[in-house]
Structure formats: structure tokens, C-alpha cells
């Protein structure tokens, strides 16, 4: 073993077991881990919204309402036909994932520009519609919806939710990471770079842009689906275009195109107003908006790409 391939080792234990040790470190400040928790889920959905920008090519305005249809889903299989938690949260992970392969039409005809219009105006509908059913709660949204399960065990607390969340992040990036490494992953990025390269590769260009709208709708939906579960409270207007620009910020800020940024960009996001505290709120706003023209002009791949040269200045 290497120096360098020990010391990467080293580090990388050494996150773990702070992973790990995190919830006892708070154990007084149960707040912390709660703000850590929902990063984590919308590290889950930016991770969809990368696969979809980052590696697919594909602009998408509209990837809150994928998080809003797995939610209400999910909410609703439960709180009105008493379904099991677990398949009522499948259901809001296929209903995301069919409401992808409609939004992903478009892409088989419009680019850049003219899809972002197209999937911001199908997703702010989507608000819209679930305003007014009675089924979903209307403009009042959904209260008291059920805390997560897992059998026989409740996750009424913020530590036993925080690693239930380790490790739905840990799969869900496993998963991502290996379909990127895997033939229908390379083919995604070759239709990304370009389409036609692609096509007289004898890659199915329609099949793999209705392919990658259709996994980032489905891990959106799951992170929709725990959300709902985990504040007990969905509402419509939480799922806006406002949302989904803060889902595109986080992937921005993390690093479009990288696996890790994701992780980084929702964390940043949801811990820098914890960090800097409520008086101050205004300057997280100007941070953030300082980060994302930053991450364009001197960081392209954002927060991945600064961690990456600080593990090369230190030879990880």
C-alpha cells in the first residue's frame, strides 16, 4: 500500500466515523441533526437533477414537482387507503418515475432553452393540479402525515432518522455511480456530448434521454416520498419553481457532472443559515448567490472541484 493510498485511507475513515459520531456529538442540539436530515434528502433529489444536467445534458426546471408527486403519493396511499408505508413509498417512487417519462417527451424535440421552458411549465402545473384536489388536502396541503416506519420501529427521532438517511444516501449514490459506470451510463454521456456521435454509435438516442428523465424522476420521487414522512406536512406551494431553482443551485454550487456535488452543494445550502445564525439570514442569501457566479467562473465543477484540489495539494 501506498503513502498516498494510506493516507486517503485514513481520511476517508476518519469521515466516516464523524458521520457516524455526529448525532451523539448534538445529542443536546436535536435541531442540527434535523437540518442534517433534510440536507440529506435533498442531497437524494439533486442527485436525480445531476444524473438528469450534469451528465445527461438535459435542462430541467421543473424537478421539485418529481419530489411533489412522490410526496402526495406516498402521503396520501397512507393517511386516506392505509397502505403499507413501505409500498405506498414504491408507488411515490413509480408515480415520480411515470410522470418523468411524460416530461421527457419533450426532450426528444426541444433543447437548451425551449426544454427548460417546456419542464418549468409542466412542474409548476403539477402545483397547481395538487392545489385543487380535495385528495391532497387543496390549497391547506396535508397535515399530520404518519412518521416513518420501519416495521414495528417509529423514527420519532432525529439521530434514528439521520442514519436511516446515511444509508438511503449511501445506496441511492452507490446506484447512481454504478449506472454511470455501467454501458447505458457511458451511453447517457455520450448523448450528452453529442447526439449525433451518439446516433452513429448506434446509441438509441430517444430511448436513453426518456431513460435518464425517468431515473432522475424516480430518485426525486423517493426523496419526495421521505420528506412527506419525515416533516408531516406537504404543501403545494413548497414545490414551486422557486424550489426547483434551490434544487438547481445546490447541484450548481456541488459541482454539475461530478457524483459528490450533490452531497456538498445540499449540505452547503441547508447548514450555511444554520451556521451563520437567524440576524444574519440576509447574508446567506448573498453568499449563496456569490457561490453560484463563483462556481460558474472560477469553479466550474463547484465544491467537488475545490475539494478535489485540496486532496491533490495534500497528495490524497
Known amino acids: 500500500m501506498t503513502p498516498s493510498?494510506?493516507?486517503?485511507?485514513?481520511?476517508?475513515g476518519a469521515m466516516a466515523a464523524l458521520v457516524l459520531v455526529l448525532p451523539l456529538v448534538f445529542r443536546t442540539r436535536p435541531s442540527i441533526i434535523g437540518y442534517l436530515n433534510i440536507a440529506m434528502l435533498y442531497a437524494i433529489a439533486t442527485q436525480g437533477l445531476n444524473l438528469?444536467?450534469?451528465?445527461?445534458?438535459?435542462?430541467?426546471?421543473?424537478?421539485?414537482a418529481f419530489m411533489a408527486i412522490g410526496g402526495y403519493t406516498a402521503a396520501v396511499l397512507v393517511m386516506t387507503y392505509h397502505v403499507n408505508m413501505f409500498l405506498a413509498v414504491v408507488a411515490g417512487v413509480a408515480?415520480?418515475?411515470?410522470f418523468g417519462l411524460v416530461i421527457g417527451f419533450p426532450s426528444l424535440r426541444l433543447s437548451g432553452f425551449y426544454l427548460a421552458v417546456a419542464t418549468m411549465a409542466l412542474g409548476s402545473s403539477v402545483a397547481d393540479v395538487i392545489k385543487r384536489l380535495a385528495i391532497t388536502g387543496g390549497d391547506y396541503g396535508l397535515i399530520n402525515i404518519p412518521v416513518l416506519r420501519l416495521g414495528g420501529w417509529e423514527l420519532t427521532s432525529e439521530a434514528s432518522k439521520y442514519y436511516f438517511f446515511v444509508v438511503i444516501l449511501v445506496v441511492v449514490?452507490?446506484?447512481?455511480?454504478?449506472?454511470?459506470?455501467s454501458r447505458s451510463g457511458r451511453a447517457v454521456r455520450a448523448v450528452r456530448d453529442?447526439?449525433?456521435?451518439?446516433?452513429?454509435?448506434?446509441?438509441?438516442?430517444?430511448?436513453?434521454?426518456?431513460?435518464?428523465?425517468?431515473?432522475?424522476a424516480c430518485i426525486a420521487g423517493l426523496s419526495g416520498a421521505l420528506y412527506a414522512f419525515t416533516i408531516s406536512y406537504l404543501h403545494p406551494m413548497n414545490?414551486?419553481?422557486?424550489?426547483s431553482i434551490e434544487l438547481l443551485s445546490m447541484s450548481i454550487i456541488g459541482g454539475l457532472g461530478t457524483i459528490i456535488g450533490p452531497i456538498l452543494g445540499a449540505l452547503f445550502w441547508v447548514?450555511?443559515?444554520?451556521?451563520?445564525?437567524?440576524?444574519?439570514?440576509?447574508?446567506?442569501?448573498?453568499?449563496?448567490?456569490l457561490s453560484i457566479i463563483g462556481s460558474v467562473m472560477f469553479?466550474?465543477?463547484?465544491?467537488?472541484?475545490?475539494?478535489?484540489?485540496?486532496?491533490?495539494?495534500?497528495?490524497?
Not at 445534458?57 to 424537478?63: A, Q, R
Not at 408515480?95 to 411515470?98: D, E, K, P, R, T
Not at 469553479?299 to 490524497?316: A, D, F, H, Y
Request: hydrophobic share 55%; net charge positive; glycine share 12%.
Open 52 to 64: 438528469l444536467m450534469g451528465f445527461g445534458g438535459l435542462v430541467s426546471l421543473g424537478h421539485a
Open 95 to 98: 408515480g415520480a418515475g411515470l
Open 271 to 289: 447548514m450555511l443559515p444554520v451556521v451563520i445564525g437567524g440576524r444574519m439570514e440576509f447574508l446567506s442569501t448573498v453568499i449563496f448567490g
Open 173 to 181: 449514490f452507490l446506484v447512481v455511480r454504478n449506472f454511470l459506470n
Open 194 to 216: 453529442s447526439e449525433m456521435t451518439a446516433a452513429a454509435m448506434g446509441v438509441n438516442v430517444a430511448a436513453y434521454k426518456l431513460i435518464t428523465f425517468i431515473f432522475a
Open 299 to 316: 469553479l466550474p465543477k463547484g465544491l467537488s472541484e475545490l475539494v478535489t484540489r485540496i486532496q491533490t495539494r495534500l497528495k490524497l
Open 5 to 12: 493510498s494510506t493516507r486517503r485511507l485514513a481520511v476517508n
Open 239 to 243: 414545490f414551486g419553481l422557486t424550489f
